[in-house]
Nanobody, 117 residues
């Protein structure tokens, strides 16, 4: 399993960024995909998830209405569109998937998002 994130960077408050995760090494359409983030000194937290079956989505309350997770099963990619960014969104963002039977977690290397003026 390989997950490779891209799209992080520095953005001003109120701005937007789009993160992408390219997946390989597994049958992508059968796996739920998630984005997590970890800010300095804080625990890693779940941001958003898209299911394997119908592509239903769930979001942390802190990002609901501002972030959108989407997947392209033809391209084996999952994206996170982040709008109206706030300084508290600053963190390293990680792409994640979990084996549907064994529950093993797989992680990307992370991409830094910094929201600052």
């Amino acid at each position: 399993v390989q997950l490779v994130e891209s799209g992080g960077g520095l953005v001003q408050p109120g701005g937007s960024l789009r993160l992408s995760c390219a997946a390989s090494g597994f049958t992508f359409r059968r796996y739920a995909m998630s984005w997590y983030r970890q800010a300095p000194g804080k625990e890693r937290e779940l941001v958003a998830t898209t299911s394997s079956a119908c592509g239903s989505t769930n979001y942390a309350s802190s990002v609901k209405g501002r972030f959108t997770i989407s997947r392209d099963n033809a391209k084996n990619t999952v994206s996170l569109q982040m709008n109206t960014l706030k300084p508290e969104d600053t963190a390293v963002y990680y792409c994640n998937t979990k084996h549907p039977v064994w529950g093993t977690d797989y992680w990307g290397q992370g991409t830094q998002v910094t929201v600052s003026s």
